[in-house]
């Protein structure tokens, strides 16, 4: 699976001059589902448009979770958007 990034607009403005690309590759498909604990693993491509001097690269993950209670009555979902 290839995520695109989704920055602000000034943090767009300022990764469209630096980057021709990036992007970011797990391991898991096309599909990944991830649980608690787990390794995720994966690669990042990043294709400069010109010489860059980089200290460090974070990477800040969204998701979201949905947990079915099987002992309640209706199997109602609780759903939880995780930031």
């Not at 990034?5 to 096309?30: C, H, I, K, N, Q």
């Not at 390794?39 to 860059?52: A, M, N």
């Not at 947990?67 to 199997?75: E, R, S």
């Amino acid at each position: 699976m290839v995520v695109a990034r989704s920055p602000s607009a000034a943090a767009a403005s300022m990764a469209d001059s630096l980057f021709e690309r990036f992007e970011v590759e797990f391991d898991a498909g096309t599909h990944p589902v991830f649980h608690g604990g787990e390794l995720i693993t994966g690669s990042l491509k990043i294709q400069l448009k010109k010489e860059v001097t980089i200290n460090a690269i974070r990477i800040q993950f969204r998701g979201r979770a949905v947990y079915l209670d099987p002992k309640h009555p209706t199997k109602e979902a609780a759903e939880k958007l995780m930031i």
